[in-house]
């Protein structure tokens, strides 16, 4: 069909035709907001890296968590800033853990919003790997153990679903059949199962402390030239007990979101990270682009790639928007 015949622009004509043709719409059920936990009370120091975001103290949190629940948010994902770190990462399994503890707040306070928990030990770990370091090297298999331990002493917590993001081979299976034996048969895990060693973790490192003290975390998470790698990586956490994929990066990684899509049956989550976050504030900051059209527009590319839900700071921002039609 050729011009004059098929007109483009017939369509366009109005916001109703706009609206009826849209292939793929925002929903406030897409977003996951995470959230960084710290000890203390009244606490919501701005995270600098981060315009907008904050270390908050759990009764500061929950406050967050509840704006996010009342504005139609399905779930949070929680993250720590311990006091003290060691080598063994112990802050990340502890009984009364600052995670722990957020999880505890928030399940007292809004119980209808789903608690999801970053599982991984750079935070807590004095050297700022994510796994245990032998002979100078991150071994993976001594990292399994503590890894799953983080996971239970979440869902012991009260954690509706855990997320491991180390990105240690087998990890996913470990827990799995950690959770099983503990009577967490029911808590599904989203795994980190994508996840490249890309520099937009920048922001998240400085704003938790958890860059690495020496070297770099190319030698366990992927080389961001990979594709075919990734639907690897996926399948072998599904076979390993895997409920949803996740992707991360999302901007720079909307083909491996995309390809996933076709490649495998399960949900598929995408990590719009710190980064990404960044960049856009820093724009908007500056007066060069409109923020909030930017992160709609970031949201919804993410969306159309394929994934079915989109971890993002913005989520308390994207929710008014759609909420209010204004996007
Ligand atoms: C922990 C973890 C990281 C992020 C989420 N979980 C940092 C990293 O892998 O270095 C990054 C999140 C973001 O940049 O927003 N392993």
């Known amino acids: 069909m050729l011009f004059p015949d098929y007109r483009a622009r017939r369509l366009r004509e109005t916001p109703n035709f706009r609206r009826m043709i849209r292939e793929t719409t925002l929903l406030v059920d897409d977003l996951i907001l995470p959230l960084f936990a710290v000890t203390g009370k009244g606490i919501k120091k701005p995270i600098a890296s981060m315009p907008g975001q904050f270390h908050l103290s759990c009764d500061m949190l929950v406050k967050t968590v509840k704006e ?27 009984e009364s853990g600052i995670v722990q503890q957020a999880i505890k707040a928030v399940k007292d306070a809004v119980p209808d ?18 796994g245990m370091i032998q002979d100078g090297r991150i071994d993976n298999d ?29 990890r ?47 030698t366990y998470q992927m080389d961001p030239g990979n594709a075919i790698e990734a639907i690897r990586e996926a399948t072998m956490d599904i076979e390993e007990g895997a409920d949803i994929i996740m992707v991360k990066p999302a901007l720079s990684y909307l083909d491996i979101i995309n390809r996933l899509k076709d490649e495998i049956d399960l949900p598929i989550a995408a990590y719009s990270v710190s980064g990404e976050y960044a960049m856009i504030k820093a724009a908007e900051i500056m007066g ?20 079915d839900m989109i971890l993002t700071y913005s989520a308390i921002e994207a929710a008014k928007a759609i909420n209010s039609r204004e996007y």
């Open 288 to 307: 060069w682009i409109d923020g909030q059209k930017v992160v709609m527009e970031t949201l919804l590319s993410i969306k159309r790639a394929g994934a």
């Open 68 to 94: 996010a629940h009342d504005l139609g948010i399905p779930a949070v994902m929680l993250f720590g800033l311990p006091d003290k770190k060691d080598s063994l990462g112990t802050g990340a399994y502890a």
């Open 142 to 170: 001594s990292s399994l153990d503590l890894l799953a331990r983080v996971a239970l002493s979440h869902a012991r917590a009260g954690a509706d679903m855990v997320a491991p993001s180390d990105m240690m081979d087998g």
């Open 113 to 130: 919003i789903a608690v999801l928990t970053d599982v991984c030990l750079c935070q807590y770990t004095d050297h700022g790997h994510c």
């Open 172 to 218: 996913v299976g470990e827990i799995r059949q950690t959770l099983d034996e503990e009577g967490f048969s029911n808590t599904p895990i989203m795994s980190y199962a994508v996840k490249y060693a890309s520099a937009f973790y920048g922001p998240f490192r400085d704003a938790v402390s958890s860059a690495p003290k020496f070297g770099d975390r190319k």
